[in-house]
């Protein structure tokens, strides 16, 4: 029997009930599979912890998160804590603290879906930077209320963390049997970052002569996304234009609700964290209609990291078929069941 | 009689295509208007010119192309000159030298078009920081080759840069009729940056109590042009995010080809610059197929800028008769025609 220790942050908003979801799941998995188990720490971080400690997290949280396995997280922020507090405090120190410096995106139609796209034909992974870049937080903000006012927002791109997401996307589409690659650039404007960027993939690419790779500028590359969904096999990005992308890709899917985010660190030195990819939706919060979906699949992904691949695509088939009997699913996907109803079809099916 | 004077600038790839249509259209409506003529200023700076010059214009390039009614520019970027050279030597700079901080960029379905998105309404207009953010070149680069190698981009918003673009936007939707409007953030992230742009948008908005406003992270707001294209109305949005931005939406009307980019210089102390949004496109360059639409579209915007609205208007109408007829079209919205043939079409309308 093999335990899995897992830290789980539901957060703020939806994050509550999907996590809440999530971990019916979980239990279902570990019941059926009976080979493993689930041992779970939930840790109250959210913007109501923020309301009373004035700190998104205890001084040792970082400690207390790491013992563990792996990291489940619901969503975070909330109105009344502004965003760049919650976030700032929460969720992207633990990517940089954990060095998850991958962040992988599946983009996958799955049946019963309805994508806005008249071209349902896409199944892809958009693979972001998550440890730098443009969210590195560093700037300056110079003659507060005066009219000379002006702020600066660095990013900053290092060899290391920019060879080594490249190279990862490389050997993942390798690994993967897939044998085209894009990488995202703007460096026909931004004359440092992405001029720097552009020149790694250049070397990067060297070492993998049998994959089609190219570079495209982001803005382009984002109508490619809607033109030749179907064409997209890897995509590779810096830490902001991946967060655009990958919003673009999961709208493609037909809601925001259904795609995981995997924050990943590779060397397993760290616990890596998982969580939906949509966030905290104050207005439907606590009203039992969030879908569940974007948290069932980010912890497919999850399983997967802790090498339970069985288990990992036992959870994708039951959502495709519950996806594809279309009965038991939530508003935002065209049905009319509630967040729970949803997680009970899935169970019945686990 | 009026006599317009135009600096044109037909730069690289099937800029030089388009831009031949695009004189052959203004010298029609000059025809048939009666009441106006142009006087064309043909510019040769491009990559070719780079090569034989070293430089992307002469150094009183500036003063030349100040001395206008307004600018036609075709597409800049050609293989062999580095993309931020070319780019950053050329188009970008007009845009700053001439303070053409709006950059506007209509997404208006037309008759005959083939959208990629299964809801096809939609008819909004993207207004786009032109002049600063993260556009502004400034940035550094240390270690060169070494293991510890990194650069840094600076993003650079003053007060006044990002007040009059908000302001712009606002007076803009208002003039038009239109009572929503959306601005691109990413506070969430961009600490500095987007949580200013948030301010101050926050500050002007009080001055439309009328208007029904709201700022969307950027991330969610790619997802929303394709989940609800019909309910967008004016987006205002950084740089970069109006980059990426227009650049999807252009994609939703079903081909790059045909969407138009104005950079307004509202004061009208220095010429504003139009062109159509795509790019050189090497790979088609000379062969006679680019569809010539976005530069006609541009065109039109710039008779609207010079107070032409009613040959404006003509080749508006033109160019949605041509579409609905769909007889004389280019490959890349599904016809058989050439860049002239197609071209003939809308000349045989006016
Ligand atoms: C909430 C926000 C800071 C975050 C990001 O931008 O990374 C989110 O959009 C995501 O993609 O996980
Ligand atoms: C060519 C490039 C520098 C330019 C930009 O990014 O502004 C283009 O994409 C555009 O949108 O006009």
């Known amino acids: 029997m093999k335990t899995f220790r897992l830290n789980v942050i539901p957060g703020d908003g939806i994050g509550v009930d999907v996590i809440r979801e999530g971990r019916r799941v979980l239990d279902r998995i570990a019941e059926v599979s009976g080979g493993i188990s689930f ?3 939930e840790l109250p971080w959210s ?4 309301l009373k400690h004035g700190k998104m997290m205890p001084a040792d949280g970082m400690a207390i998160l790491r013992d563990c396995d792996a990291i489940l997280l619901g969503a975070v922020g909330f109105p009344g804590v502004p965003d760049h507090i919650s ?5 992207l120190p633990i990517r940089v603290e954990f060095d998850q410096y991958v962040n992988m995106r599946p983009v996958k139609m ?6 806005p796209l008249k071209n349902e034909t896409m199944d892809f992974v958009c693979i972001r930077e998550n440890s730098e ?3 590195c937080g560093k700037g300056e903000w110079k003659n507060h209320g005066q009219a000379d006012e002006m702020v600066m927002q660095h990013s900053i791109f290092t060899r290391k963390g920019t060879e080594r997401i490249l190279r990862y996307a490389f050997e993942y589409a390798k690994k993967n049997g897939k044998n085209h690659l894009l990488s995202a650039t703007k460096s026909n404007a931004l004359n440092y970052s992405m001029v720097f960027w552009d020149q790694i993939y250049d070397e990067v690419r060297q070492d993998y002569p ?4 190219a570079k495209m500028h982001v803005d382009a590359l984002a109508g490619y996304f809607i033109m030749h ?3 997209l096999q890897v995509v590779v990005a810096s830490n902001l234009f991946g967060d655009i992308l990958t919003d673009l890709g999961s709208a493609m899917l037909g809601s925001i609700g259904i795609s995981p ?3 990943i660190n590779p060397a397993r030195k760290y616990p890596s964290m998982f969580e939906p990819i949509h966030g905290s939706a104050p207005d439907i919060a606590g009203k039992g209609i969030a879908n569940p979906m974007g948290t069932f699949w980010a912890i497919s992904m999850m399983l997967e990291h802790l090498d339970c691949k069985e288990e990992a695509d036992q959870i994708m088939t039951a959502m495709q078929h519950v996806l594809r009997e279309g009965k038991a699913v939530t508003q935002d996907i065209g049905g009319k069941a509630s967040t729970t109803e949803m997680t009970d079809a899935i169970l019945a099916v686990l």
Chains 1, 2 share one sequence.
Request: overall charge negative.
């Open 39 to 41: 041992q779970y720490h």
């Open 47 to 50: 913007c109501e912890y923020y």
């Open 87 to 91: 976030l700032r405090q929460l969720l």
């Open 110 to 115: 799955l049946p019963g879906l309805n994508s």
């Open 133 to 135: 870049g443009e969210y």
């Open 210 to 213: 049998d994959m089609t790779s």
């Open 229 to 231: 969904p179907d064409r």
């Open 261 to 263: 985010s995997g924050n």
